[in-house]
Structures are given as C-alpha cells and as structure tokens.
C-alpha cells in the first residue's frame, strides 16, 4: 500500500525532527536507538526524507492477507460472486468492492508499526514552523526577533511555492507573513514576535523530547 503525499507529510516531519535530534548533542544519546532500529538511523542522521522514504515506506503502512477476491468457480452467467471476509464491516466492504471486481483488491491496513500519536486535529504546518524556530535559533546566528523573520520567511517561500503550484494566489507575499505565524492577528510588537518564537521553540523541544522516546508528536503544548 503506497501512502499519498498528504498522508506522507506527519511522517516527513517526524523524520526531520528525528533527524534534527540525531545531530543535536541535547538529544542524540536521549534517542530510543532500538525503537527506531528499523528506521537505520546512520540513514536517517544524513539523508534527505525523499531519498530515505523509498526504502522505509512499508514502516508507515498496514497489511494483512484478507481481501475481497472474485469467486472463480461455476456462476450464473453475466454474474460475478465474491468471497468477502466476515471481519469486514459493511463500510469496509463498500470501500473495497469496487475494487474487486476489477480483479485486484487493496490490502487491510490493521498492523502499523509506527503511528503518529496525538490527542488533537494533527495540523503538518505548525510542527515545520517550531522544528525551524528551533534550528534557526541552536545555529547561534541570530536573536530571537531574528529567528522569526527568517522563519517568516521560509513560510513566505512555501507559501508562493504552493500558490504557483495551483496557480491560485498572487505571488506577492503581501499580507502572508504575519498570517501565518499569527492565525490572522498582525504582530506589530518586537517582544511579542520574542514571546511566540520563545513559545515556538519550548514546543519544538518537547516534541524532539517526545521523538526520542518514539513517540510523535505526541503532547507538547506548553504553561
């Protein structure tokens, strides 16, 4: 079973959260080394989430042997019967007989290794906002205002990146910036842009706490 690009994105974050906890001596000897033993973490520390997903994909999806198969046997004519299994529910079954009668059924998905954990709506964006305040601010390069100018503007290039892939928006990046961080509230002040990368960062932590411990991204929110 392949995953979709939006099914993908909660496992490229956990991944580059991962990694940046692999190459940051607060967290790299905190890593759950024998959880994530299937993952190859010599991999994981220096290659790009792209070129890794290739061969690890199958870590992040569900199979079993049952299937809704095509009966081969002696029918009535211009009839198709099918074998369905008793375990699936009907909703299960209306998903997947479509698929039958063109001969191939999609596996079940009940033995997942390894599952994003979360008591809230899993929202991919916010995660890559914090991951990116952390690393802006661990480099020693800039102060905490300065961290969230260069996180806005990563936001700001993803953004025109998305708006020229369906050709939707203006690529100007007007009125983005602070959209963005803000949820809609325009941050004029230098000590409250502090204050929120301050916050943004304290979440990244606990949630690369979270991820040595194999869980993702598992409960970060903070007092």
């Known amino acids: 079973m392949k995953l979709s690009n939006k099914e993908i994105q909660p496992y490229r974050i956990w991944y580059e ?6 190459n940051d001596k607060s967290f790299s000897n905190k890593v759950d080394k024998k959880y994530y033993k299937d993952w190859h973490l010599n991999l994981v520390k220096k ?15 569900q199979s079993d042997s049952s299937e809704i ?16 299994p008793v375990s699936f529910n ?61 996180v806005n503007e990563k936001v700001i290039d993803r953004q025109k ?3 020229k892939r369906v050709d939707k928006f203006r690529k100007t990046g007007k009125g983005i910036r602070q959209r963005q961080l803000t949820s809609g509230n325009p941050i004029k002040s230098e000590k409250n842009k502090e204050v929120l990368i301050s916050r943004n960062i304290l979440k990244a932590q ?13 409960e970060y929110s903070i007092q």
């Open 17 to 22: 959260y991962l990694q940046t906890a692999l």
């Open 47 to 61: 290659q790009k989430f792209n070129q890794w997903i290739k061969s690890h994909e199958h870590l992040f999806t």
């Open 69 to 84: 198969k095509l009966f081969e046997g002696k029918r009535t004519p211009n009839t198709l019967l099918v074998e369905i």
């Open 90 to 150: 009907v909703q299960r079954i209306q998903k997947e007989i479509g698929k039958a009668v063109k001969g191939k059924v999609a596996k079940t998905q009940t033995n997942q290794r390894f599952k994003i954990q979360t008591n809230r709506p899993l929202q991919t964006a916010p995660l890559d906002y914090f991951l990116w305040a952390y690393e802006f601010k661990q480099s020693g390069k800039y102060k905490l205002k300065e961290v969230w100018h260069k």
């Open 161 to 163: 990146k998305v708006a």
């Open 206 to 218: 606990n949630i690369l706490t979270n991820v040595c411990k194999g869980v993702f991204p598992g």
